[in-house]
């Protein structure tokens, strides 16, 4: 079962009793958005990495996988770890496994970041080839739809809480750096991010909630990386699990 509920946010919420609705939910956009291109055009999705996509990842390959064209997709990443593409922690890794060699989406429709290149000259080069492969509008490539994930302190891509500053950040990719483990990320900038067409945040487990209703209830004022998404002329949702939204009700 789905519900819309409207909690005067400037957003739409979706929340799901099963993951499969979730992730059905979220097929339907990349479905909607294929479809809308032109005939010989493709669309720009980029996809989030960490635990919550497998699973939803895991579900459309099984059931989707005839369902779409997808080489009609160009896929990039909203951001990435600085490991090699066979590291248990790459966030193309993951996607590869669990969606791409499933649908079998070509090699030359997928651009993923070096996460094995110098992680400076790499987010050159990953920005560039974004700015080379979208549609341009406010002067800012623009992404048809990004999948975005929410930890739970708030970050999504790789900014997180303290460093909102590369989420106003000028250009399209930074370098950034998990503020436990150290590791270096590559990470979209806010700016990139908010020029989407649609943004879809996938969010799931009790962990999330309260982020979920602080962030509901306080919009930006919050401050979390998280809140400062909002699309600048494409539209955002948010697609919950019960857990996540279990503190909306207050
Ligand atoms: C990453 C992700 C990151 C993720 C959040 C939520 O590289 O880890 O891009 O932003 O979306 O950490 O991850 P979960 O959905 O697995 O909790």
């Known amino acids: 079962m789905e519900n819309t509920v409207n909690y005067n946010y400037r957003h739409e919420i979706k929340i799901f009793d099963e993951i499969s609705l979730l992730a059905e939910s979220f097929y339907q956009l990349i479905f909607e958005v294929v479809k809308s291109k032109n005939v010989g055009e493709k669309a720009s999705i980029a996809f989030s990495g960490g635990n919550t996509p497998a699973k939803i990842f895991d579900y459309i390959s099984a059931t989707h996988k005839d369902d779409l064209d997808w080489n009609k997709i160009n896929f990039f990443w909203v951001d990435e770890r600085c490991v090699p593409p066979d590291h248990a922690e790459s966030n193309f890794k993951m996607t590869k496994e669990h969606l791409l060699d499933k649908v079998g989406v070509n090699n030359k429709n997928i651009f993923r970041v070096f996460g094995e290149a110098q992680p400076a000259i790499e987010a050159k080069r990953y920005s560039d080839k974004i700015v080379d492969n979208l549609e341009i509008k406010s002067g800012l490539p623009s992404f048809d739809l990004i999948f975005l994930g929410m930890g739970d302190d708030g970050h999504t891509a790789s900014i997180f809480p303290g460093n909102n500053s590369l989420f106003n950040s000028e250009k399209?990719?930074?370098v950034a750096s998990h503020p436990v483990s150290g590791q270096t990320r590559i990470t979209l900038t806010g700016r990139i991010i908010n020029n989407a067409s649609i943004i879809s945040f996938l969010v799931t487990?009790?962990?999330?909630?309260?982020?979920?209703?602080?962030i509901v209830l306080k919009g930006e004022t919050s401050g979390y990386p998280a809140s400062l998404v909002n699309p600048v002329h494409g539209k955002l949702i948010w697609l919950l699990d019960k857990e996540a939204s279990v503190k909306l009700y207050i």
Request: charged letters at 40%.
């Open 205 to 214: 487990g009790s962990n999330k909630a309260e982020k979920m209703a602080e």
């Open 172 to 174: 399209v990719c930074e």
